[in-house]
T-cell receptor, first 117, second 111 residues
Framework: DAEITQSPRHKITETGRQVTLACHQT?????MFWYRQDLGHGLRLIHYSYGVQDTNKGEVSDGYSVSRSNTEDLPLTLESAASSQTSVYFC????????????????FGPGTRLTVL | AQRVTQPEKLLSVFKGAPVELKCNYS??????LFWYVQYSRQRLQLLLR??SRESIKGFTADLNKGETSFHLKKPFAQEEDSAMYYC?????????????FGKGTKLTVNP
């Protein structure tokens, strides 16, 4: 069955280290998104992509980067991890090939819990 | 600017009681509204969207443009409805599919 996966599911790292979180979807969806989920803030968009070689900054993009070299993957990189980036990170994807006037359902991965010490 | 407000962080009701999770939005264009749900130890998933005008798991939500609201309602809550609920807003201009989420409401249905 098609799905969206994230790895690792849990990660502990130290301040200043580079960290990459993986997101992989097998639906052949055009659109992919990264969110962080924090108590009191809900879900906030970090970066998103509407297709290969396309990336865009979201609401809280500082300190994060993404690249889209193929349809299936959108890795999220924390260039120099900070304690403020301790959070649960969710990847999502949506079709993006239908009517441009409609928003497609987003399908979420299981999340990655990142702790920065 | 787009904004979604869920005024209640926590909502607790008894089984069989009606439940209403409030959502208000701020957007000058034509809104698309969604409710997403996250059950314990499960991933976030779409519950319903206003354009579908459907009832999912007994939940309904009506878009009220005059009051800029999209409240989620269920006449008789069940214990399995306990979860985190997020209201989300999307623009419909230019094919953008970004969602703006509210901060969420944690619903607890007590036996």
């Amino acid at each position: 069955d098609a799905e969206i996966t994230q790895s690792p599911r849990h990660k502990i790292t130290e301040t200043g280290r580079q960290v990459t979180l993986a997101c992989h979807q097998t639906w052949n969806h055009n659109n992919m998104f990264w969110y962080r989920q924090d108590l009191g803030h809900g879900l906030r968009l970090i970066h998103y992509s509407y297709g290969v070689q396309d990336t865009n900054k979201g609401e809280v993009s500082d300190g994060y980067s993404v690249s889209r070299s193929n349809t299936e993957d959108l890795p999220l990189t924390l260039e120099s991890a900070a304690s403020s980036q301790t959070s649960v990170y969710f990847c999502a994807s949506s079709d993006g090939s239908g009517e441009i006037s409609r928003t497609d359902t987003q399908y979420f991965g299981p999340g990655t819990r990142l702790t920065v010490l | 600017a787009q904004r979604v407000t869920q005024p209640e962080k926590l909502l607790s009701v008894f089984k069989g009681a009606p439940v209403e999770l409030k959502c208000n939005y701020s957007y000058s264009g034509s809104p698309e509204l969604f409710w997403y749900v996250q059950y314990s130890r499960q991933r976030l998933q779409l519950l319903l969207r206003h354009i579908s005008r459907e009832s999912i798991k007994g939940f309904t939500a009506d878009l009220n443009k005059g009051e800029t609201s999209f409240h989620l309602k269920k006449p008789f809550a069940q214990e399995e409805d306990s979860a985190m609920y997020y209201c989300a807003l999307s623009m419909t201009q230019g094919g953008s599919e970004k969602l703006v989420f509210g901060k969420g409401t944690k619903l607890t249905v007590n036996p």
